[in-house]
């Protein structure tokens, strides 16, 4: 046979998956999930049968962890020796085991991280509540099994006379697998499993009547009673914990916030290294100081605060971006007849119930047999006494031991037990008040008997038996709940001065969509001109604006979306600097572009609100002639994605946007010299996303250039055309008339072969009551600037003047009013 027929040919999914599978049950079963019945993975509950077998108990001295190790690896567990020392690091730190299993002398670790000292340098002995874990182990209470070398015996799960699993809880990892069962107060889980033993069909609502939820070594407030009881009843849940915080006031009117309990599982260091951060990166006002006082007295996080700061925005701002408050997800997941399970409060308990059911049967069968093994020693023993001289006969008689116990069964009728426990009888046992004693004893005995045969006989006894171990439990080592339980999870706002300074600036931004925020310092030092700022060659400062930090903007877009952009989020630049582009900021498309800039104060949107139908409105208008009004409340939003603002038809777009505080009057200009002036109120209230009503009827090739308010008569329009021609005319001339009509003519073409053009199409309008500054940009990206008192006054039919050069195949695409600054 040659060595290729050796092999069998096999598809690689299958060896692979076999091979996983194997491996898989392995780390499930042996590794990372525990058993429900003694809440235990396999490390932790050789480590502590290896502790107990070698008497490393309470009642001795403390003994060099090595020692364990080395013991639970050659016996055992044959992994590596880290492993083994990190289960037996975690067994004896008080901070994260509700009862520490094992009693560490040393140093065994800290809250803030630190590592253990090395195992040569630590001592450990079982704590007194682990040998409730063990207690009776030696009555055959439970299922032994050979180890991993077939050299030695280990028990497949540990008697544990107390509920560790909810007690202690568990984390872990596997494949396909994880758990995380919080820890629980002791006496709650007992006064549970004594109450579902007393009523069998008691639901998870009635049981959490008495164990109400986790209680965390660590203390703090758990929030979140729904989502304990989805956890109770499904194995799945979310609660929060929240550090337990006190605000105290100082001399000079400053406070500082004192942690002194913090959530379970957090490092202490790095929470106060992160509160530290915050403070030096300035991501929030008002933190002076943070200290670790933490010491023999416990724990205590100080964090001081700076005069007039705001302590209680600040903790908020704390507990929300810190791990002052974290989440904590319940997956009780443990392994129920060699199978992982994810399990809810019920059954958890009723496993535990059915373990102690079996190990205390099986203890007192053993006791049983014990009992009436003695009972059997002393009958025959108190029998041989009453016939005293005739057995002592028969024994000189007898020619050796072996002979004697023969005679005794042969002419007496003891059992051969009797007749040996005779032959080794003590001579002093003769005494009349030993002889007394046995009979008191084989007395006792049989009550025992009848005792031990009456728990196997009544499932009533046998639950009574397990009440009152468990009661003795529960009085011993019970302890206080450290956790407070608040059923509803209470909401964190946290105020944008908190964390933002509030400070006036300066914010640009220019007509190719370059944004900076720049500070009053610096625009004055640099000469408090506007018309200096920073930018690239070819552009030009579209909007400028005066918000405070604590601002934000809207931006909307000529395609009917929107944008929030807080203040404080706009990069700070120098004047003199270019920017950023806004691209970086928000994600606005290519193919579209801003068309009106809106800010907003911090109390806008509360006030919108509570003013309902009456409060500020945005006015929104089309190149068609579609006009939509819709309150400001409408566009509260914390996204910083694009949104809806208005719905626009397919060839149409926004081409102004205007907040409106009371309602007055619109005036819209077309590109072809119509205009009509209505009333804005003839504009219904629509919602965000509507597509709004007819403003004006346009002739074809028509579109509105422009739209804004007007009211009363005072006042001029200014109208600009594509070819820099400019005039203005009296407002009283432009009468109210009814929203949707054809308007009147608010300026006249030159037209003719002979006559020098003053232009094809309007390109905006204004509403002027005073000498303003304007700006254009040609499609060519040429900039000028005129002012308005350059436009001569006359009639709406008028043709106007020339105010700007402008090269008839270059004509102007764009116009706005220059900004003004009041510092």
């Not at 005779?422 to 049989?446: C, F, G, P, V």
């Amino acid at each position: 046979m040659s060595l290729l027929e050796q092999f069998l040919p096999a598809f690689l999914e299958e060896v692979v998956g076999d091979r996983f599978g194997r491996y898989s049950k392995y780390i499930i079963q042996d590794r990372a999930i525990p058993d429900v019945r003694d809440g235990l993975k396999p490390v932790q509950r050789r480590i502590l049968y290896a502790m107990y077998d070698s008497g490393n108990t309470p009642d001795k001295p403390y003994r060099k962890s090595a020692k364990t190790v080395g013991d639970v690896m050659g016996n055992y567990h044959p992994h590596g020796d880290s492993s083994i020392y990190d289960g037996m690091v975690r067994m004896a730190q008080p901070w994260k085991m509700a009862h520490t299993l094992v009693d560490g002398h040393g140093n065994w670790g800290s809250m803030d991280d630190d590592p253990p000292a090395a195992m040569r340098y630590t001592e450990a002995r079982l704590s007194p509540i682990a040998m409730e874990l063990l207690r009776d182990i030696e009555k055959r209470t439970v299922l032994f099994k050979d180890n991993f070398d077939n050299t030695a015996k280990e028990p497949v799960v540990l008697p544990a006379r107390f509920p560790n699993l909810l007690v202690n809880g568990v984390s872990g990892i596997s494949s396909g697998f994880a758990t995380e069962i919080p820890p629980h107060n002791l006496r709650e889980v007992i006064n549970a499993c004594v109450a579902l033993m007393d009523k069998p069909d008691m639901t998870v609502a009635e049981l959490m009547g008495v164990l109400r939820g986790p209680d965390f070594p660590t203390g703090g407030l758990i929030m979140g009673e729904e989502g304990i009881r989805d956890a109770y009843e499904t194995g799945k849940g979310r609660i929060y914990i929240r550090s337990k915080t006190a605000i105290e006031d100082l001399r000079g009117g400053k406070q500082q916030i004192v942690v002194t309990e913090i959530p379970y599982q957090v490092v202490k260091s790095k929470l106060v290294a992160a509160i530290d951060n915050l403070r030096a990166e300035k991501k929030v006002e008002g933190i002076a100081e943070v200290r670790d006082e933490s010491g023999r007295n416990g724990l205590r996080i100080v964090i001081e605060l700076k005069k007039e700061a705001d302590a209680e925005g600040i903790l908020a701002y704390l507990l929300k971006k810190t791990d002052l408050q974290v989440v904590y997800n319940f997956n009780m997941v443990a392994i129920v007849n060699k199978a992982p399970r994810q399990l809810g409060l019920k059954p958890i308990l009723e496993a535990y119930i059915a373990h102690q059911k079996e190990v205390v049967t099986h203890r007192t069968q053993f006791d049983l047999e014990k009992a009436e093994d003695r009972a059997h020693v002393l009958e025959g023993l108190v029998k041989a006494l009453n016939l005293l001289d005739e057995v002592i006969e028969t024994i000189k008689a007898s020619k050796n031991r072996q002979d004697a116990q023969n005679n005794l069964v042969a002419k007496f009728g003891f059992s051969e037990r009797q007749a040996d426990a005779i032959l080794t009888l003590q001579l002093y046992r003769l005494t009349n008040l030993e002889i007394t004693s046995l009979e008191k004893e084989h007395a006792d005995t049989l009550k025992k008997i009848n005792q031990l045969r009456s728990i196997l006989d009544n499932p009533k006894k046998l639950l009574g038996v397990i009440k009152d171990e468990l009661g003795e439990i529960s009085g011993k080592f019970g302890i206080d709940r450290r956790s407070v339980i608040q059923g509803e999870v209470e909401e964190l706002k946290v105020n944008l001065e908190v964390t933002v300074p509030s400070e006036d600036v300066v914010m640009t931004l220019s007509r190719q969509g370059y944004v900076k925020r720049t500070s009053l310092l610096s625009f004055t030092r640099s000469g408090g001109d506007l018309g200096s700022s920073g930018v690239k060659e070819g552009d030009v400062i579209r909007w400028t604006l005066q918000p405070n930090t604590l601002d934000s903007l809207l931006l909307f877009t000529q395609k009917g979306q929107y944008f929030l952009l807080p203040v404080h989020q706009i990069p700070e630049f120098k004047w003199k600097d270019t920017g950023t582009a806004i691209v970086n900021l928000l994600p606005l498309s290519k193919d579209d572009r801003i068309v009106s800039v809106i800010p907003t104060k911090p109390g806008d949107w509360n006030a919108a609100a509570a003013a309902g139908p009456e409060g500020s409105a945005l006015v929104f208008v089309t190149k068609r002639g579609q006009v939509k009004r819709t309150l400001l409340a409408e566009y509260a939003t914390n996204r910083s994605t694009a949104i809806s603002a208005a719905k626009v038809a397919d060839g149409d777009e926004i081409v102004s946007v205007y907040r409106s505080d009371a309602p007055e009057e619109i005036l819209l200009v077309t590109e072809q010299g119509m205009s009509i002036r209505f009333l804005e109120s003839e504009v219904s209230l629509q919602g965000r996303v509507a597509g709004g009503v007819r403003g004006i009827s346009l002739k074809e090739g028509d579109g509105v250039a422009a739209a804004f308010p007007v009211s009363g008569d005072e006042g001029e329009i200014l109208v600009l055309t594509d070819l820099g021609y400019a005039k203005r005319s009296l407002l009283i001339d432009y009468p109210q008339q009814g929203r949707g009509g054809k308007g009147i003519q608010t300026f006249e073409f030159k037209e003719g072969k002979r006559v020098k053009p003053n232009g094809n199409r309007l390109v905006s309008a204004y509403h002027v009551k005073e000498a303003a500054a304007l700006g254009a940009v040609t499609a060519g990206g040429v900039y000028g600037e005129f002012n308005s008192e350059d436009a001569p006054i006359d009639d709406r039919r008028s043709i106007g003047k020339s105010v700007l050069a402008v090269d008839r195949g270059d004509p102007l695409t764009e116009s706005f009013r220059k900004p003004t600054l009041t510092l």
